[in-house]
């Protein structure tokens, strides 16, 4: 079984619509993340949280809200979802030991589409 | 603002051949530098981390090396091989975060 798995895979919504996207992990680890990526671009992170108390804004936030609801699940919610939120999400997770140790274990990915 | 940038985007070379892919970052103050394989449809793969205080890391045929007074690194491939075909992106660290370039999307041909 996959340490990081992300549901839905796959999912085409509406504009204004609102989503959710789940992330599992079975790593242990502390530190989770979620990303997206567009066509030509890196990933950016959208959040991060390094325990279930902890919750950090990351480069493109706006639009995303997160609820980490144990250690183990970190979730994405698109309040009103809109075209331009349309990509490819990834959750990671991570278990550093130390600065320059932070290797990131990702999840499979979701595509989402916003008509 | 912190920038990874990867050159080239897209690359295609005969099976067999070496090469070369090459990451190029704005600030020096990075705690480490990673290389990562990415497959349609799957995840990130964490191929190689260099430490910062590292010159470079090696794993089989791959090879990747950090020069943070230039700001590149470079991840060499050889003889590669059709199952070498993917995107790879390479991602700095700094602080609480990963800065990703936009990836090399490799073609590996029999």
């Known amino acids: 079984d996959a340490d990081v798995t992300q549901t839905p895979r796959n999912r085409i919504t509406k504009t204004g619509k609102r989503i959710m996207l789940e992330c599992s992990q079975t790593k242990g680890h502390d530190r989770m993340y979620w990303y997206r990526q567009d066509p030509g671009l890196g990933l950016r992170l959208i959040y991060y949280?390094?325990?279930?108390?902890?919750?950090n804004k990351g480069e493109i936030s706006d639009g995303y809200s997160v609820s980490r609801q144990a250690q183990a699940k970190f979730s994405l919610s698109l309040e009103s979802a809109i075209p331009n939120q349309t990509a490819l999400y990834f959750c990671a997770t991570s278990d550093p030991t130390g600065p320059g140790t932070d290797t990131q274990y990702f999840g499979p990915g979701t595509r989402l589409t916003v008509l | 603002k912190q920038e990874v940038t990867q050159i080239p985007a897209a690359l295609s070379v005969p099976e067999g051949e070496n090469l070369v892919l090459n990451c190029s970052f704005t600030d020096s103050a990075i705690y480490n530098l990673q290389w990562f394989r990415q497959d349609p449809g799957k995840g990130l793969t964490s191929l190689l981390l260099i430490q910062s205080s590292q010159r470079e890391q090696t794993s089989g045929r791959l090879n990747a090396s950090l020069d943070k007074s230039s700001g590149r690194s470079t991840l060499y491939i050889a003889a590669s091989q059709p199952g070498d075909s993917a995107t790879y992106l390479c991602?700095?660290?700094?602080?609480?975060?990963?800065?990703f370039g936009a990836g090399t999307i490799l073609r590996v041909k029999s």
């Open positions: 991602a700095g660290e700094y602080g609480n975060k990963l800065v």
């Open positions: 949280s390094f325990d279930v108390k902890d919750i």
